[in-house]
């Protein structure tokens, strides 16, 4: 090589040392002052905060600190963490992770064996949601479902049958929040000679922060501004239950499980094959937690599912996924489970892993927009993502009848038809109906509102034999219509169409406008 070409040589390795070294000083600084201006934006909203908890009043300054401490908390490690999963890091689940509901072996047991496990368990129902999405006030849990009854008396019925049946005390623990607190004790009076132990407590109240600035929305905790404030999701359960003081008690009473679920979804009834295996495990090694998983359908494809991610059992939601990924998360055939939120959880775990500060659920950024105009985020975190916080966790793949969830009136039109028979307060599908698959139902925005729903259904249409049914536009049905097969019925805007009483319709699809009027 002669010397002028080393000479080349040397001064472009040079350059590119000088090159790459400048690139990782940016970088460098570039993380310098990503990590700055969080610092900067915690300083920002610590001093906030304070400001905030200083218009506390006096009896209320502790447990409003204690509050706002919390949010701090879920704020710092909102900075701290990734948005999404490293979707390279995801592994298949070991053969272990998800156990079949079948293989849950009851081995006969005894009423006593049964009674004995059923006095152990504790049955809490999250009830801070209102049902403001179909057109209701107050708490959803409210909301008739089936022969004027609520989702709060169908729950009372199934414990109520459960003590009774067995003699045993298993309580009922109501999750409110502070939007359905005041409401949902009202309606506690009315039960006072049911045969059921009832306990609630509140979920915490934390402050919507701007999306831009990330400081909190309100300036007083004493003022009615309810749009500044919000529960954080149910994976606030753990340690608002801890702080109200009942998991204690329930540990002194000699209770060592709770099943947590929804109190809108029907399927979530106490299943003794899965108390049972709480109870005693497999091989010696009893879970600290069991999340009930069942198989995906295509309207299921944005529910979260379990994987193994960096050695553990993790839930993974859909806000978690990088966006060139979602179209891979919403598969059927990679992602064959999803969470049901029915979750059986130890108690002393609960209380170990709050009190040494275990617990490191996803932070979910929900974005909102208020009446007055401006973005705001609530930052949540789901029971389920606690999963990985917990010893010996494993999922139960249950049938689908363990997961009817209410959360728009198609699933009310399932539940008060004939598709379920109702027996002290538990919905089964009806053993009059072919097979065993539930039907898809589309019902148009004239049918969100249950009041609007209700008006335009003279009588709950008998839907055994339907498979599936979308309805769209201005439709009314009149009493004993029979639905079967697919049946499609379009109203086209400006027209209105109208199902005579005892119509059978059987794979039919009724467009335009079909008027029936009185004379």
């Not at 690139?23 to 990503?34: D, F, G, N, P, R």
């Not at 009423?111 to 009830?127: F, Q």
């Not at 993974?316 to 996924?321: D, K, P, R, S, W």
């Not at 891979?328 to 209380?351: H, P």
Request: proline letters at 4%; charged letters at 25%; one cysteine or more.
């Amino acid at each position: 090589m002669s010397a002028l070409s080393a000479e080349f040589m040397a001064a472009r390795e040079q350059k590119w040392r000088q090159h790459r070294e400048r690139l990782i000083t940016m970088s460098e600084s570039s993380e310098e002052w990503k990590s700055s201006t969080k610092r900067e934006t915690l300083l920002g909203l610590e001093q906030e905060l304070d400001k905030l908890c200083k218009t506390a009043p006096p009896e209320s300054a502790e447990y409003v600190k204690k509050e706002l401490a919390g949010f701090r908390n879920l704020f710092s490690r909102f900075l701290r963490a990734k948005t999404t999963v490293d979707w390279k890091k995801i592994q298949p689940l070991p053969d272990h992770a998800i156990i079949a509901y079948n293989d849950l072996k009851m081995h006969d047991m005894d009423k006593a064996k049964i009674a004995e496990r059923l006095n152990k368990l504790v049955v809490v129902k999250l009830n801070g949601g209102l049902g403001t999405s179909m057109g209701c006030k107050g708490p959803k849990s409210v909301i008739s479902v089936r022969n004027d009854l609520t989702f709060l008396d169908l729950t009372m019925q199934q414990i109520q049958h459960l003590n009774r049946t067995y003699d045993v005390n298993v309580p009922l623990v109501l999750m409110n929040s502070f939007n359905t607190d005041e409401d949902t004790q009202k309606l506690l009076r009315k039960y006072a000679n049911v045969r059921v132990d009832v306990h609630s407590f509140c979920q915490s109240k934390y402050p919507r922060i701007y999306k831009e600035s990330h400081m909190p929305v309100p300036r007083n905790v004493t003022d009615n501004d309810l749009e500044g404030w919000y529960p954080p999701g149910h994976g606030n359960f753990y340690e608002a239950f801890y702080n109200s003081g009942l998991l204690d008690k329930f540990i002194d009473m000699g209770k060592q499980f709770c099943f947590l679920s929804n109190i809108d979804n029907m399927g979530a009834t106490v299943d003794l094959s899965i108390l049972n295996f709480v109870a005693q495990g497999t091989e010696g090694v009893e879970p600290e937690f069991v999340m009930e998983v069942t198989d995906k359908t295509r309207a299921d494809v944005k529910g979260g599912t379990l994987i193994e991610y960096e050695n553990r059992l993790m839930l993974l939601e859909i806000a978690q996924v990088p966006k060139d990924y979602v179209d891979e998360f919403k598969s059927v055939s990679k992602f064959r489970i999803f969470n049901t939120n029915n979750l059986w959880v130890r108690l002393d775990a609960i209380k170990r892993v709050v009190e040494k500060h275990e617990l490191e659920m996803e932070v979910i950024v929900n974005p909102k927009h208020l009446e007055r105009g401006v973005d705001v985020v609530q930052l949540e975190t789901a029971a389920g993502a606690a999963i990985k916080n917990f010893k010996g966790s494993c999922g139960v793949n249950v049938p689908r009848s363990r997961f009817l969830p209410v959360k728009k009136t198609s699933d009310l039109l399932l539940l008060m038809s004939n598709l379920y028979d109702i027996d002290s307060g538990s919905l089964t599908l009806s053993s009059l109906r072919s097979f065993p698959t539930t039907p898809l139902v589309k019902l148009g925005s004239s049918f969100d509102k249950v009041k609007d729903y209700l008006a335009r259904f003279q009588g709950i249409p008998d839907l055994l034999e339907l498979d599936h049914l979308t309805v769209s536009g201005d439709v009314w049905f009149g009493k004993d219509v029979s639905l079967k097969g697919t049946v499609i019925i379009i109203a086209n805007h400006g027209d209105r169409i109208d199902i005579p009483p005892g119509t059978i319709l059987e794979n039919k699809i009724v467009s335009g406008n079909l008027r029936i009027l009185d004379h």
